[in-house]
């Protein structure tokens, strides 16, 4: 064989090489892409679970205050263990927003901001929190 079309066969199969590690390195990429979406997807469903869970305390709190407005004495046990409650749910909540910032931070993307009190989304620039109107 003429050494020019051997040296041109190895240059194509060379390259045929080269294609075929980059198509490798691409299709573990794209893995570890739908891995990560799908995990924040799961983060985010989560944090609409807590977010609704935090609301249906509040509101059961709220009939309690309620209820002594109307003369039912409220049992503070059952009170304070919905507060407790709370608060180990938006720490969850803190917990899940830090992570998911974290991941987003490196890809440019803005953490959702959510409001300390009740955990709502609330948008950036916003001072006050559209659901309860606390201070952000």
């Given at each position: 064989?003429?050494?020019?079309?051997?040296e041109?066969?190895?240059?194509?199969?060379?390259?045929?090489?080269?294609?075929?590690?980059t198509?490798?390195?691409?299709?573990?990429?794209?893995?570890?892409?739908?891995?990560?979406?799908?995990?924040?997807?799961?983060?985010?469903?989560?944090?609409?679970?807590?977010?609704?869970?935090?609301?249906l305390?509040?509101?059961?709190?709220?009939?309690?205050?309620?209820?002594?407005?109307?003369?039912?004495?409220?049992?503070?046990?059952?009170l304070?263990?919905?507060?407790?409650?709370?608060d180990?749910?938006?720490?969850?909540?803190?917990?899940?927003?830090?992570?998911?910032?974290?991941?987003?931070?490196?890809?440019?993307?803005?953490?959702?901001?959510?409001?300390?009190?009740?955990?709502?989304?609330?948008?950036?620039?916003?001072?006050?929190?559209?659901?309860?109107?606390?201070?952000?």
């Open positions: 064989m003429d050494e020019k079309l051997q041109l066969l190895y240059k194509v199969q060379m390259a045929a090489v080269d294609i075929g590690n198509a490798a390195a691409l299709a573990t990429s794209a893995v570890r892409g739908a891995e990560e979406l799908v995990e924040t997807g799961r983060q985010k469903a989560r944090l609409i679970d807590l977010k609704a869970e935090v609301n305390r509040l509101r059961e709190i709220g009939e309690l205050v309620y209820g002594t407005h109307t003369g039912e004495p409220a049992d503070s046990e059952v304070f263990a919905k507060l407790r409650e709370i180990e749910l938006k720490s969850e909540i803190a917990q899940i927003s830090g992570t998911a910032a974290q991941g987003e931070e490196g890809e440019g993307v803005q953490a959702e901001i959510c409001c300390p009190n009740c955990g709502a989304a609330a948008q950036a620039g916003d001072i006050y929190c559209r659901g309860c109107g606390a201070r952000l």
